[in-house]
C-alpha cells in the first residue's frame, strides 16, 4: 500500500448510520410476524393448526412461485402484467396433455416448456423492441387468455378425473410434502442465483441504472433473457402444481395470481421499479403475508365488504413502513 | 468604509446521527462583498449554505440575515427572504420547455383566467436570460435540446431573476465551460456593484483567489480562519485546509515524456453519429498518459466513449493492435482489458441507488467468479476490500449506498471498480471533477503509478492544468478536429495550448 | 424523525381499528327481527308429535354450527336473497353461515373449503361449483359435510354412496326448461319478434348454453304454427362491457316486442325507456322477486319471471346439515343414497303472483316456514325422512306456495 495516496484520513464525515434504511429492510419481515401474531389471537388460535398449516402451504405456493421467480423481471425493471395469464395457459395445455396421454411426467414437462418459450419470446422483445415493456405485456396477456379461450372451446373447465390413464391423486400429506420441497427448492436456487453468481448483481445494476450497466460491459440482452427464463420455471411449476393439486383446470385458472404476485412483491418489501434493492426473500415473505392475511380474515368469517376494507388497511401499513428509506435525505457534499 | 453585514450565523452546529457536519461555527457575510468559502469534502462549507437557504435545519445555533432573525422551514421561505442559490447538481425539469423551466411554480404570473400566456412567459423568460448575458437562445425550446452547462445556465437566470440580496455559488463553476464561468464572474461583480452580498463556494483555488474579497476556510466542520485578498496564497489556504504541509509533488514529480513506440489502439478515420468527430485519427501508444483537452464541446468526451464502444462509430474504425480486433461495444473493450471511467458520474459511471459492493463488483465479475460461474463470498470480500483500502474510500461499510458519499469517495469508487480489473488501458473523462484537493493529489499519483506498471491512460479533461501537469503527450481537439500536439515538458503552460484550443 | 414516528402511529392506529372491526362484525352476523309474530307459531309447533324437548328458539343445536357458503357474485340478487332466508332461520336454529368472497377459480374453491375446515366449519354448501368432484372430496377428506351438485352427474354418480356427500335438490334439465320456458311466455303473450341475450353462452359456461338451447327450442315449435315468430338478434356476454352496450344500442333501434334474458333485464329498463320502447317490449327474465323487478312487473313490461325460490332450492340445505351433524344422516338419503329430491323453478307471470310473494318477504316471512323445516329434522321431529324433504320442498310450486 502506497503511503502517498492516503492523505485524507481525518475525512469521516461520510459515514452515517442509516435507520431509516434499516426500519424499511426489517419491515417486510416484521409484517410477516406481526400478521400471524394477529391472526392467530384473532382467529382464536385456529390459523396455526397443523391442518391449517398445511393447508397453507397449499394456498401460498403458487403465488410465492412465481413472485419469487418474477423478483428477477422486476428487478431488471420489466414490468410483466402477463404472469398469471401465463399460469393458466401452462396449466391448461398441461391439463390437456395429462387427459389425452395420461402421463403426468409429459403434463409436466409441457407446464414448464410454455413458460420458458414465452420467457425467451418477452427477454427479446424486451431487449430490442422500443415499445414500454409492460404494454407489450398486458397485451400479450390478453392474447393468451383468448388463445386459451379457444384451445378449451366448448369446454370451459378440464378435469384430470377424465384421462385416458388415471393420473394419481395426491393426498394432504404427499401434497404439503410435495408443496414444502418445491417451494424450498425453487427459492434455494434463486436465491443462489441472485447472491452467488454475477447474475444477482448484473440484474440489480441493470435495474438500477441502465446506462452505467451498458458500461460495465455485461451483455444486457443475455440478462433480460436469463432473467425472464428464472421467472418461467417459477410460472412452469406453478401451473405443474395447480394442476396435480387441483385437478381442475380452465378460463378461470390462476385469474388472481397476476395481481396476487405484485401484491406479494409491495408486501414483501420489493421496489416494483427494480434496481438495486431488489431482495429474493421478497417474493417468499410477501406471498406468506398475504396468504395469512387471507387466510386469517377468511377463517374469522367476515363478510367480503369487511375482509376488502381490512386489506387495504394492512396494505397501506406496509406500504407506509416501506416507504420510510425513500423519504431520507442526502448529505450535502 | 465600514461593511454591512449581510448574513451571520452564531455558533451554528449540525449534527447527522453520529456525524458532525458543523461545530459552533461563527461565519459572517457583508454586503458588497464576494466571500469565498473553501474546505475539503466534508468540511462544512456546503452545509452552512444548504442551512442558510432553507435546505435543512441547524441542530444548534442562530442565524441572522439583514438584521432579523433567520429560520427558514423550506427552500421557498429561505428564497422569498432574499437568498438565492446555485448548486452543482442538475436542476431543471426535462420535458419543459426553457421558459417553464425558469418560472417553475411562478406559472401564475402568466395566468389570466385560466390560461398561461407562454408568450408573455416567453418574453419574460429572454429577459431574464438576456440579463444574465446568456444570448442567443431561444426560451420557446424543449430545455432537453440543450446540453448540460447551458441548463445550469438556464437555472442560474432563474435564480437571479428573482433578485436575491445574497447569492450563492456552490460548486457550480466546475461544470461550466469557459463562457458559463464569465457569465457567473460576471454576475458576482455585479452583485458586488449593488451592494449585495455573494458566497462562492469552489474546490478551484485559483478561481477563488482571482474573485473573491475575503475566503473563509473550514475543516472538519470547523471555521479555520478567514484570509483577506492580500494573504490569499496557494500555500497557506492548502495549509489551513489539509491541516498539515502538503509534501510532495501534486502531478507527476518528472518530465520525462518519452513514449514507447508500440501503438496498442488505432483510431482510424472515425466520425460519430453525434457529428462532433469528423474523420479523427489517433493512434494511442503503449504505456503512455495521453492527455486529451479543447473546449467542452469540441468532441473530445465523445471520442472517449467512441474508443469504448459506447459511442456509435458511422465510418473508419476503431482498432485494438495488440489483438487485431476491431472495438465497437462496450463488452468487446472490457475483453480487451480496457476500461472507462465517464464524465457523468452520477449518471453513466455508478449505479447511485446501490452499494459501493455491488458497484465496484459491477465490471469485475467475470474476473471473481470460478469455472462455474459461482462466487464465493470469501473472494468477493477479498476484491471488494483490496479496492476500499488502497484507494482509501471512506464509508461506514461497503454495503452503504453510493448517493450518501462525497463526490471524491463517489469517485474513488468508479476508479475501485476499474482498478480492480487491472486494465491495461484506461479511458479518464474529467477524473478529478468535484473531487477536493486531498482526493486529486491521491488520483495523479494513482495514475502515476498505474503508468508505472505499463498501463496506457487517456485522460481527457477541462481542466488544462492537470493535463499538463500529468500527461505525457497532450492533444488538443477543435471542432472535431485534432488541432495541436504538445511533448511533455516544462516550459509549456496555459497560455501556449489556450492558442489552439479556441 | 416526528414525521416518522407520526407515519407509525399512523399504521398502529389503522391496524387496530381493524381489529376492533371485526369484533364488531363478529355480532352482526345474528340480525334484528322482530319474534312476536313466531311465538304463537313456536307453541303450535311443540305441541307437534313427537318427544320435542328442542324448541324453535335458537337452543338447538347446542353447539352452534358453522356451515361455509360458496358462492360466485356476492352482489347478485339471488345471494342476497339467500343469506336473508338463512338469516330468518338462525332466529330459530343455532348455525351460522360462513360465506365465501366472488370465488372465479378452482383454486380459489378448494382454498375457501380448507379454510372453512379450519374455521370448524361442519359442512359447505355449494351454491356454487366449478371443480366438481375435487371440492367434495375435499369436503370429505377434511370431515365435512357437501351440500349441492345432485343434479351433475359427475358429482353425484360418483358420490352418492359416500356418507359425507348430502346430495340436494335436483333441478332436472331447469336451465333447460327455464330458457324454455321464458321463450313460451313471451310467445304465449302474443310476442313475434324476439332478442336473446345469451349471458355466457359464447364463452362455454353450461347453464347459459343449456337455457339458450331451450329458448330456441321453444321457438322453432313455435315458428310450426306462426311463421312470422324469429329471433331477430341474439346479444352475447356480460352487461356492463363495451361489447354488450354496442349490441344493447344497436337492438335499440331495431323493431321487436319481445326480450328474453338469460342473465339480468334490469339493464335493458333504462336504454329501452330512452329511445321509447319501454312500454312496447315484453320482458322475459331470469331473477329473484324483489324491489328490482317490482314497477315493471306491476306495469306490464316484465310479463314473465323465472325465479329460483331461494327457500325451496336452497332452503333445504339447513335441515339436512343439521340432520347430518346430529348424527341422523340417514334420514336425509333417499334409499341409502344422498338426496336428490326434485324441485321446480316458478315461472311469475302476473303481477299478483309477484306481489304475493314480494309482500310476504317484505313482511319476514316465507313460504317455507321455519316449522316447516323443522319437520325435516329428527330432533324434532322423530318421522322425519326423505319423503319430508319431499313433502316439504318438491312439492311447494308456486301454485302451491301463492295458494297458501
Not at chain 2, 246 to 273: F, W
Not at chain 2, 392 to 420: D, H, M, P, R, T
Not at chain 3, 309 to 320: D, H, L, S
Request: net charge negative.
Amino acid at each position: 500500500m502506497d503511503k502517498s495516496i492516503v492523505i485524507d484520513e481525518t475525512n469521516s464525515k461520510s459515514s452515517k448510520i442509516n435507520y431509516s434504511t434499516i426500519i424499511s429492510k426489517l419491515s417486510p419481515y416484521a409484517g410477516l410476524v406481526l400478521s400471524i401474531v394477529v391472526f392467530q389471537i384473532l382467529t382464536g388460535g385456529k390459523l396455526l393448526t397443523i391442518s391449517n398449516l398445511q393447508s397453507l402451504t397449499n394456498q401460498v405456493i403458487i403465488t410465492a412461485l412465481v413472485a419469487i421467480g418474477a423478483v428477477y423481471v422486476f428487478g431488471i425493471g420489466c414490468f410483466d402484467m402477463s404472469l398469471g395469464s401465463l399460469v393458466c395457459l401452462g396449466s391448461v395445455v398441461g391439463g390437456m396433455v395429462a387427459i389425452a396421454t395420461g402421463n403426468i411426467f409429459f403434463a409436466f414437462l409441457v407446464c414448464m416448456i410454455i413458460p420458458i418459450a414465452a420467457g425467451i419470446i418477452k427477454g427479446i422483445f424486451a431487449s430490442y423492441v422500443e415499445v414500454p415493456f409492460f404494454i407489450f405485456t398486458i397485451v400479450l396477456g390478453m392474447v393468451i387468455n383468448a388463445f386459451v379461450l379457444v384451445i378449451l372451446g366448448k369446454e370451459t373447465t378440464l378435469y384430470l378425473e377424465n384421462a385416458v390413464t388415471p393420473i394419481k391423486t395426491f393426498n394432504f400429506t404427499e401434497m404439503t410434502v410435495i408443496n414444502v420441497l418445491v417451494l424450498g427448492g425453487f427459492y434455494l436456487l434463486c436465491l443462489f442465483l441472485f447472491n452467488y453468481t454475477g447474475l444477482g448483481i448484473r440484474v440489480k445494476m441493470l435495474g438500477g441504472n441502465y446506462d452505467a450497466a451498458k458500461q460495465t460491459g455485461m451483455n444486457i440482452t443475455k440478462i433480460k433473457i436469463t432473467a425472464f427464463l428464472v421467472s418461467a420455471l417459477g410460472v412452469g411449476l406453478a401451473a405443474f402444481l395447480i394442476l396435480i393439486r387441483v385437478r381442475t383446470v380452465g378460463y378461470s385458472t390462476a385469474v388472481s395470481t397476476g395481481n396476487d404476485v405484485m401484491v406479494a412483491l409491495v408486501l414483501g418489501g420489493m421496489p416494483i421499479s427494480g434496481g438495486p434493492r431488489t431482495k429474493i426473500s421478497a417474493g417468499i415473505i410477501g406471498a406468506a403475508t398475504i396468504t395469512v392475511l387471507n387466510s386469517g380474515l377468511a377463517i374469522m368469517g367476515l363478510s367480503t365488504g369487511t375482509i376488502q376494507i381490512c386489506r387495504g388497511i394492512v396494505f397501506l401499513a406496509v406500504v407506509l413502513v416501506a416507504s420510510f428509506s425513500y423519504r431520507t435525505k442526502m448529505l450535502p457534499r | 468604509m465600514s461593511k454591512e453585514l449581510i448574513f451571520e450565523a452564531r455558533q451554528l452546529t449540525k449534527h447527522f446521527g453520529p456525524t458532525v457536519a458543523l461545530n459552533k461555527v461563527d461565519f459572517k457575510v457583508y454586503k458588497g462583498q464576494i466571500t469565498g468559502l473553501i474546505g475539503e469534502n466534508g468540511s462544512g462549507k456546503s452545509t452552512i449554505t444548504s442551512i442558510a437557504a432553507g435546505m435543512q435545519p441547524a441542530t444548534e445555533g442562530e442565524m441572522f440575515f439583514q438584521g432579523q432573525s433567520h429560520k427558514p422551514s423550506s427552500m421557498i421561505e429561505g428564497a422569498k427572504t432574499g437568498i438565492g442559490m446555485i448548486v452543482q447538481e442538475q436542476g431543471t425539469v426535462s420535458g419543459l420547455t426553457v421558459a417553464q423551466n425558469i418560472f417553475l411554480g411562478e406559472e401564475n404570473k402568466f395566468r389570466t383566467m385560466g390560461i398561461i400566456h407562454a408568450s408573455k412567459m416567453n418574453k419574460a423568460a429572454k429577459e431574464a436570460l438576456d440579463a444574465i448575458g446568456f444570448t442567443g437562445v431561444d426560451p420557446s425550446r424543449s430545455i432537453d435540446s440543450l446540453n448540460m452547462q447551458d441548463r445550469k445556465l438556464v437555472e442560474i437566470a432563474k435564480v437571479i431573476y428573482n433578485k436575491p440580496d445574497m447569492l450563492v455559488v456552490d460548486e457550480t463553476t466546475t461544470a461550466l465551460s469557459q463562457q458559463g464561468r464569465t457569465i457567473i464572474y460576471d454576475i458576482m461583480k455585479r452583485m458586488r456593484e449593488e451592494n449585495k452580498a455573494v458566497v462562492f463556494i469552489s474546490h478551484d483555488l485559483q478561481e477563488l483567489m482571482d474573485t473573491c474579497d475575503t475566503l473563509t476556510v473550514l475543516r472538519d466542520g470547523n471555521l479555520i480562519t478567514t484570509l483577506e485578498k492580500d494573504q490569499m496564497k496557494e500555500e497557506t489556504i492548502k495549509k489551513h485546509m489539509v491541516g498539515r504541509e502538503m509534501k510532495g509533488d501534486y502531478y507527476r514529480s518528472d518530465y520525462d515524456g518519452t513514449i514507447d513506440p508500440q501503438v496498442v489502439l488505432d483510431i482510424d478515420n472515425i466520425t460519430t453519429g453525434t457529428g462532433l468527430l469528423k474523420n479523427f485519427s489517433l493512434k494511442v501508444h503503449k504505456g503512455e498518459i495521453l492527455g486529451i483537452g479543447g473546449l467542452s464541446d469540441c468532441g473530445m468526451h465523445e471520442l472517449g466513449k467512441a474508443i469504448f464502444g459506447e459511442e456509435k462509430i458511422l465510418r473508419g474504425k476503431v482498432t485494438h493492435i495488440t489483438s487485431g480486433d476491431q472495438i465497437t461495444t462496450a463488452r468487446e473493450a472490457l475483453d480487451h482489458s480496457m476500461g472507462y471511467v465517464s464524465k457523468n458520474r452520477d449518471k453513466e459511471a455508478l449505479v447511485l441507488t446501490a452499494s459501493i459492493q455491488d458497484n465496484i463488483l459491477s465490471a469485475g465479475i467475470d474476473k471473481i467468479a470460478n469455472k462455474l460461474g459461482v462466487i464465493i463470498p470469501k473472494n468477493r470480500k477479498a476484491y471488494v476490500n483490496k479496492q476500499v483500502q488502497e484507494l482509501s474510500i471512506k464509508c461506514a461499510s461497503v454495503e452503504q449506498n453510493v448517493q450518501y458519499l462525497s463526490g471524491g469517495n463517489k469517485q474513488k469508487v468508479v476508479f475501485g471498480k476499474w482498478i480492480g480489473r487491472d486494465c491495461d488501458i484506461l479511458i479518464l473523462d474529467c477524473p478529478t471533477r468535484g473531487v477536493d484537493i486531498g482526493v486529486k493529489a491521491a488520483m495523479y499519483q494513482l495514475i502515476y503509478r498505474m503508468k508505472q506498471q505499463g498501463k496506457t491512460i487517456i485522460m481527457i479533461s477541462e481542466e488544462l492544468p492537470e493535463l499538463i501537469g500529468m500527461s505525457d503527450r497532450l492533444i488538443i481537439i477543435k471542432n472535431g478536429q485534432l488541432s495541436g500536439e504538445f511533448a511533455r515538458s516544462e516550459v509549456l503552460n496555459e497560455n501556449m495550448i489556450i492558442d489552439v484550443m479556441i | 424523525m416526528k414525521k416518522k414516528l407520526l407515519a407509525l402511529v399512523l399504521s398502529a392506529v389503522m391496524v387496530f381499528s381493524m381489529t376492533a372491526c371485526s369484533s364488531k362484525s363478529a355480532e352482526e352476523s345474528t340480525t334484528t327481527a322482530t319474534p312476536t309474530e313466531v311465538a304463537a307459531e313456536d307453541a303450535a309447533a311443540t305441541q307437534a308429535p313427537g318427544t320435542s324437548v328442542v324448541t324453535l328458539d335458537k337452543s338447538w343445536p347446542t353447539e352452534k354450527v358453522l356451515i361455509g357458503f360458496e358462492c360466485f357474485d356476492t352482489t347478485d340478487d339471488q345471494f342476497l336473497a339467500i343469506q336473508k332466508y338463512y338469516e330468518y332461520l338462525e332466529q330459530y336454529f343455532n348455525f351460522d353461515v360462513m360465506y365465501s368472497e366472488s370465488i372465479a377459480s378452482a383454486e380459489d374453491e378448494l382454498k375457501f373449503i380448507e379454510n372453512c375446515a379450519s374455521a370448524g366449519a361442519k359442512a359447505v354448501i355449494g351454491y356454487y361449483n366449478v371443480s366438481g368432484a375435487e371440492a367434495v372430496q375435499l369436503c370429505a377428506d377434511k370431515g365435512m359435510y357437501y351440500w349441492g351438485g345432485a343434479d351433475k352427474a359427475i358429482i353425484y354418480d360418483k358420490f352418492a354412496d359416500n356418507e359425507y356427500y348430502l346430495g340436494g335438490y335436483d333441478g332436472g334439465n331447469a336451465d333447460y326448461d327455464s330458457g324454455y320456458a321464458m321463450a313460451k311466455a313471451l310467445i304465449d303473450q302474443g310476442c313475434e319478434k324476439l332478442v336473446y341475450t345469451s349471458g355466457g353462452r359464447d364463452f362455454g359456461i353450461d347453464f347459459f348454453i343449456d337455457r339458450s338451447e331451450g329458448f330456441y327450442a321453444a321457438v322453432e315449435e313455435a315458428k310450426a304454427s306462426n311463421p312470422n315468430i324469429e329471433v331477430i338478434y341474439d346479444v352475447s356476454g356480460w352487461p356492463g362491457t363495451d361489447a354488450f352496450t354496442a349490441d344493447q344500442t344497436k337492438v335499440c333501434d331495431m323493431e321487436f316486442d319481445g326480450l328474453a334474458c338469460s342473465t339480468t333485464a334490469a339493464v335493458w329498463f333504462q336504454p329501452l325507456s330512452t329511445v321509447g320502447k319501454i312500454n312496447t317490449v315484453k320482458m322475459a327474465t331470469m331473477g329473484s322477486v324483489g324491489d328490482l323487478y317490482k314497477d315493471f312487473v306491476e306495469g306490464g313490461i316484465v310479463t314473465a319471471l323465472v325465479y329460483e325460490n331461494e327457500e325451496v332450492q336452497f332452503g333445504g340445505a339447513i335441515p339436512a346439515i343439521l340432520n347430518a351433524v346430529a348424527g341422523n344422516g340417514d334420514a336425509n338419503r333417499n334409499g341409502g343414497k344422498a338426496a336428490n329430491y326434485k324441485v321446480d323453478r316458478w315461472i311469475v307471470t302476473s303481477a299478483d303472483q309477484y306481489n304475493a310473494i314480494y309482500d310476504k318477504h317484505s313482511a319476514g316471512e316465507y313460504f317455507v316456514t321455519a316449522e316447516e323445516v323443522a319437520k325435516c329434522i329428527v330432533n324434532f321431529n322423530p318421522e322425519a325422512s326423505y319423503a319430508t324433504f319431499e313433502e316439504v320442498y318438491s312439492a311447494k310450486t308456486l301454485a302451491a306456495a301463492v295458494g297458501q
